[in-house]
């Protein structure tokens, strides 16, 4: 299929936003197989079947390379908590936060926890979302965790999107284990993790490295334990506090650190040497009224790559809208339009270890979103706007 009279909005071009106006791309199969100026589009394309874009924006198909989407029940009281003036922390230590939805996770069933995730995925996909990741992390026993993680292999069964999956075990401590993370992490959490890798569930594992949750030292036993079955890690850093978890991510060469409102430019400095990607949420910073902003200027003036993501989850960040994500780390962190679109395509892209997404090149998937807009700006200026025109996903729309 060859798609023309376009703006395409190639990413990884010189350009702002990688700009090609007047633009032309085609698709074969899966697959882009060429993209450019119309006017330079070879005479061996030019008989292909043709859909004018009657100049609409192109861009990569948008990836939320951070969500929990796969959970039970909500946490509605928790929000009316924290406008009374309880804090995350305070939440969780009287046995709300994530230890609140493990309890609703591990009671319902796979079949509900699908349910209730597609519901959920759908509106992810209405604002041209074609990859996602998925995190387990609220079942924190063996079984639940490979629930989870089944539940999110599902979803790319039955909705098209490529759904990559993380392992987070090392989410938190469940009551059962209180003040014995240790014994959790060697009973619970790698035996799961061996358990999910031998089914074939597993894409990269993540943690959560702070306070309220595991210590460098514990993570880096997790990391070890990913790294001894070939797993690509990520971290859950410095959202509460600076304990050493950017610094953690880096030396394992993790393929991102998330949330990073506690990061330093020596953090910014180690994760640009180290090629990890810094995932900026601007959601949960939203959702809990936080005033540390993330390291914006460090990251930039390092050449650290900044991706965007929802971090859709029941607690503090119940977000299921990519371009609101957009919007507010415009508004609240500065980030700037072109920034924000490489955030979720190409960056977004490189902090799932994918390099075939998020980007309009030849070879890359055809996975796309054409957008009723005239400038990239636009995605992120709106407010509860949704401009999406078509969503192609592997070629198909």
Known sequence: MLLKNTTL??????????????????????????????????ETFRSHEALDLEGRLVTPGLIDCHTHIVHGGNRAREFEMRLEGASYEEIARVGGGILSTVKATRAAGEEELLEQALVRVDALLTQGVTTLEIKSGYGLDIETELVMLRVARRIQEQRPVQVRTSFLGAHAVPPEFEHRADAYIETVCLPALAAAHAEGLVDAVDGFCEGIAFTPMQ??????????????????????????GAQLAARYKA???????????????AMARAGTVAVILPGAFYTLRETKHPAIDSFRAHGVAMAVATDCN????????????????????????????????????????????????????????IWDVESPAELSYRIGFNPLWKRMFGGRF
């Open 9 to 42: 909005a190639c990413t990884d071009l010189d350009q702002p936003c990688g700009l090609i106006r007047g633009g032309a791309l085609v698709v074969e199969g899966t697959h882009i197989v060429w993209v450019g100026s119309e006017q330079s589009l070879p």
């Open 219 to 244: 993570i880096a036993e997790v990391f070890d334990g990913a790294q001894s079955l070939g797993l690509p890690v990520k971290l859950h850093a410095e959202q509460l506090s600076n304990l050493g």
């Open 314 to 369: 029941p607690g503090s960040s119940p977000l299921t809208s990519i371009l609101l994500a957009m919007n507010m780390a415009a508004t609240l962190f500065r980030m700037t339009p072109e920034e924000c679109l490489a955030g979720v395509t190409r960056h977004a892209g490189k902090a799932l270890g994918l390099d075939d997404v998020g980007v309009l090149r030849t070879g890359a998937r055809a996975d796309l979103a």
């Open 255 to 269: 393929l991102s650190a998330d949330h990073l409102e506690h990061a330093s430019d020596a953090d910014a400095a």
